[in-house]
Nanobody, 122 residues
């Protein structure tokens, strides 16, 4: 069973950086594609970034490309999202997801954590 726990959210000023982490203590981490999504205030969930099970391939939403970096450490069963040059419009609840069919869209990642709040002040 996939169990995902996000951490690392918080309050940061515009232009700052944060690193989100997502831990999966179970044995399935290394075989799943992983990703991040976010839910902006008053809006639906949107795909942010994804990474293949091997870590070799990644995918990003246009809104974060060049600012965010997704990575995974299989030795620690942990997924990361390095967020740089943060903007107020990045304020959202960020969710870690996992799936077997792909890593480029929300629908390919059916398992989700509880989320962590990121707030970017102007």
């Amino acid at each position: 069973q996939v169990q995902l726990v996000e951490s690392g959210g918080g309050l940061v000023q515009a232009g700052g950086s944060l690193v989100l982490s997502c831990a999966d203590p179970g044995p399935t981490f290394s075989s799943y594609h992983m990703g991040w999504s976010r839910q902006l205030p008053g809006k639906g969930r949107e795909f942010v970034a994804g990474i293949s099970w091997s870590g070799e391939y990644t995918s990003y939403a246009d809104s974060v490309k060049g600012r965010f970096t997704i990575s995974r450490d299989k030795t620690k069963n942990t997924l990361y999202l390095q967020m740089n040059s943060l903007k107020p419009e990045d304020t959202a609840v960020y969710y870690c997801g996992a799936g077997l069919s792909g890593f480029r869209a929300l629908g390919q990642l059916p398992y989700w954590g509880q989320g962590t709040q990121v707030t970017v002040s102007s």
